[in-house]
């Protein structure tokens, strides 16, 4: 089987990866000819640790390839994989557009049996309106089998993630494609939940969904902590060792950002709506995730006596550490609220940057985190980069005009830098 990936993004070329590493032959198609071609020189257009070594190795040994081609590359794979966006719209649902517009390709194109596997998060009853798509572009009736195989990969973490997956769902009624995808994925021992396209379609709304309600739950705690002097670091260890609660996702701190979480909250929320259910638990983590930068800027707000002429140095941009990802970023709430209050904005990523829009015009963009920390009233840290915990914070006292460290991640020992003389905020760190 020669397996065709569409939208070589953050998954598509993750996915890529995957299969090109346990032995098929994958093709790469994307819209953007920029990528296709760097892609075809073994770079990647994104950054991702680990995944571009594995790309080049297998663009050098000819079993991983990229083409813009649409006709051809459908008509040569059998099973196609449907990796592209699925963004929100105003309205808070998902925007179909580029899954519609794939599947279209997929029914005008096709010259034999298809199996069209979607991995892209998309809402429930996509794959019975991917059929209709599909034969609606058809101008002879080839047969096709459609499938859900939703990705839980995490960015950053996405080679690991990918190659060592904790289940494999797939959501079809097709026999045939339900083997065909157990034969793709020979050499995973992980458990598999073969269900139907709805059940695996609202499995992945459903896991995003618990882990942002399990950020929120932290995060609104965190704020009662510090009211309580109580550091909410060790609420979550105490309540991370209880197997039933687990550790993982209790990190309060600005929120959670990033392309999936946001959207794909807001997406379930609306259609719950439609359907005449409200997910109340789920309305309040969307406005307690909303809400969680400015709790942090309130703080800063009142230490500074207002933004207006004062410098504040904001460290990290991406949404989280090991990516250069800035969608739904926290840091960028944060820029654009001290821009609108007339601070001056110094920032530092080690490796995202900013959108090129006038709005970031003012916003001093420095090389290292020493250079943002120059003349600043205050520090917002923002990305837990580790570098930032391995900052000389002795030394860099005396770059600042005031030792202000307000500390959006939770990262820092707090303990230590109140004995190095900065006055340091957490998010619910208590005392
Ligand atoms: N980024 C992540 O960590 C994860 C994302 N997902 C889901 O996977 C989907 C893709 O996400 P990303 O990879 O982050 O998106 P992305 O934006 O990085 O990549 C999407 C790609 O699809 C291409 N594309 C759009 N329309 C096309 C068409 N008609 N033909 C060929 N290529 C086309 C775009 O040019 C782009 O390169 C989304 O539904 C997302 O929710 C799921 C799990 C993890
Ligand atoms: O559907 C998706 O796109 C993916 O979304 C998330 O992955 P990702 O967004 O890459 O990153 P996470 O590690 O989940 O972090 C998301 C956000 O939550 C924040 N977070 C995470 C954990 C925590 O304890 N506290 C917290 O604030 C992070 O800082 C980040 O802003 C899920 O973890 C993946 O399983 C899923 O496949």
């Known amino acids: 089987m020669k397996i065709l990936i569409i939208g070589t993004g953050y ?13 098929w032959q ?14 075809k020189k073994g770079q990647l257009h994104f950054h991702e640790p680990g995944l571009e070594d594995l790309i080049a190795k297998h663009v050098q040994s000819g079993r991983l390839r990229f083409t813009t081609d649409k006709a051809a590359a459908i008509k040569e794979h059998d099973v196609i994989f449907l990796c592209v966006g699925t963004p929100s719209l105003p309205d808070g649902s998902a925007d179909l557009r580029y899954v519609g517009q794939a599947a279209e390709d997929i029914g005008r194109l096709m010259k034999g049996y298809k199996l069209v596997v979607t991995k892209s998060t998309v809402p429930v009853g996509t794959q019975e309106q991917i059929k209709k798509w599909i034969e609606a572009a058809q101008q002879t009736a080839y047969p096709f089998d459609v499938a859900s195989n939703p990705e839980f990969l995490r960015e950053g973490k996405a080679v690991e993630d990918a190659l060592h997956p904790d289940r494999i769902v797939i959501g079809t009624d097709s026999q045939r494609a339900t083997e065909q995808l157990k034969k793709l994925y020979w050499s995973f021992s992980c458990p598999w939940i073969v269900t139907t396209p709805r059940t695996a379609e609202l499995i992945k709304y459903a896991s995003n969904s618990f882990l942002a ?93 207002g933004f207006a002429g004062k410098t504040v140095a904001v460290l990290g941009l991406a949404f989280k550490p090991d990516t250069d990802d800035i969608r739904e970023a926290p840091a960028l709430r944060i820029i654009d609220q001290l821009l609108l209050e007339q601070a001056s904005v110094q920032l530092y990523d080690p490796i995202a940057s900013l959108p ?24 917002i840290l923002c990305t837990e980069w580790p570098e930032f915990a391995q900052l000389d914070w002795k030394k860099a006292k005396k770059l600042l005009k005031q030792p202000n460290l307000f500390d959006g991640r939770n990262m820092m020992d707090a303990k230590r830098l109140r004995a190095l003389g900065y006055y340091y905020q957490g998010i619910g760190s208590g005392y």
Do not use: W
Request: charged content about 25%.
């Open 11 to 23: 998954v598509g070329a993750t996915t890529a990866m995957v299969f090109a590493e346990i032995g």
């Open 26 to 39: 994958v093709t790469g198609l994307d819209i953007d000819a920029g990528k296709i071609e760097r892609l």
């Open 213 to 305: 309600t399990k950020i929120s739950y932290m995060n609104e705690l965190a704020r009662l902590c510090d009211e309580l002097e109580v550091n909410v670091k060790e609420i979550a260890e105490g309540m991370g060792l209880d197997p039933r609660i687990g550790p993982s996702f209790l990190q309060a701190g600005l929120g959670y950002g990033g392309s999936c979480f946001p959207k794909d909250v807001s997406e379930l929320v609306t259609t719950s709506r439609k359907h005449h259910v409200n997910l109340r638990i789920l309305e309040g983590v969307t406005e307690v995730n909303r809400m969680q930068y400015a709790y942090l800027l309130d703080k800063v707000r009142s230490r500074l006596s």
């Open 356 to 379: 090129g829009n006038a709005a970031y015009q003012a916003v001093k963009f420095c090389t290292s985190a020493e250079d943002a920390l120059k003349g600043a009233d205050a520090i």
